[in-house]
């Protein structure tokens, strides 16, 4: 079990050992503050995990309230445990079966609510102080997949320049190190979206059609095990360029069945 600490703020992160090609080194728990202390995404349902956040917020006093930045299972799944343990506290995320449904603006204990769709579609940021934690919409090393819903890459990158926007310095991502660097972290994910989207354009014009030959043509970097993930932001800007009238008709689509988790 790692902690990371956040040096200035009152937040500790515990990094669960659930390590994978889409997790990284694991999911990274927030606790924010004392007396009392706001857990943001309690993460996998693993014991030694969770007697790690119960150890912490012991010794900060007890626990306010849980925040979830979205609901994917590798950040939510301990939320049942973690209100067994604390009926007390309340639960609040954009949606499900919380106590407090959260839009971008809302307050919730010390953190602000900051709309960051693409990844998820509600998935939200928490702002506490000049930190952000930012879940899966920014991380600490690598890229985020942007699930292909309606008007998701343009809502993502909107999501970024809320962010960018904010006095930050420092964003506690929900996996991979801290970001020391904010406003650099976040220009470099908008310009990686924007030279995604220069080269796919310059494969359909090169005549490029199917799935398969645009991922190898774009997405040439991506590893196996994170296809599905390049295959789903093909999608996501396909649909961009679609909304745009940039697409060409004859285009092929991915097939991905059973989204209803995005």
């Known amino acids: 079990m790692t902690s990371i600490e956040v040096p200035g703020h009152d937040i500790v992160g515990i990094r669960a050992a659930n390590s994978g090609p889409f997790t990284l080194t694991?999911?990274?728990?927030?606790?924010?503050?004392r007396e009392p202390t706001w857990l943001v995404d309690p993460?996998?349902?693993?014991?030694?995990?969770?007697?790690?956040?119960?150890?912490?917020i012991a010794r900060r006093g007890g626990l306010g309230g849980v925040a979830l930045t979205h609901d994917h299972p590798d950040h939510a799944e301990a939320l049942a445990s973690v209100?067994?343990?604390?009926?007390?506290?309340?639960?609040?995320?954009?949606?499900?079966?919380?106590?407090?449904?959260?839009?971008?603006?809302?307050r919730f204990g010390p953190l602000d609510a900051i709309f960051t769709p693409g990844h998820a579609r509600d998935h939200l940021a928490f702002i506490a102080g000049t930190a952000a934690l930012t879940g899966d919409a920014v991380l600490g090393e690598g890229s985020v997949?942007?699930?292909?819903?309606?008007?998701?890459?343009?809502a993502y990158l909107d999501g970024l320049d809320?962010?960018?926007?904010?006095?930050?310095?420092?964003?506690?991502?929900?996996?991979?190190?801290?970001?020391?660097?904010?406003?650099?972290?976040l220009e470099r994910y908008a310009a990686h979206r924007q030279e995604r989207?220069?080269?796919?354009?310059?494969?359909?014009?090169?005549?490029?059609?199917?799935?398969?030959?645009?991922?190898?043509?774009?997405?040439?970097?991506?590893?196996?095990?994170?296809?599905?993930a390049a295959?789903?932001?093909?999608?996501?800007?396909?649909?961009?360029?679609?909304?745009?009238?940039r697409l060409p008709k004859d285009v092929e689509r991915p097939e991905l069945p059973g989204l209803s988790w995005v």
Do not use: M
């Open 43 to 56: 993460g996998p349902r693993l014991a030694e995990h969770l007697a790690a956040i119960e150890q912490e």
């Open 231 to 245: 295959r789903l932001t093909l999608a996501a800007h396909l649909d961009k360029l679609e909304e745009e009238g």
């Open 197 to 228: 989207e220069q080269r796919l354009v310059v494969a359909l014009a090169a005549g490029k059609r199917g799935v398969e030959e645009l991922l190898d043509e774009v997405w040439d970097d991506a590893p196996a095990e994170l296809r599905f």
């Open 162 to 185: 809320r962010l960018r926007r904010r006095d930050l310095d420092v964003l506690c991502p929900g996996h991979g190190p801290l970001v020391r660097d904010p406003t650099t972290k």
């Open 83 to 106: 209100r067994q343990r604390y009926p007390a506290a309340a639960a609040a995320a954009a949606r499900g079966d919380v106590d407090v449904l959260l839009t971008g603006g809302s």
């Open 26 to 33: 694991g999911t990274n728990s927030w606790l924010v503050g």
């Open 145 to 154: 997949f942007v699930a292909p819903y309606p008007g998701a890459l343009t």
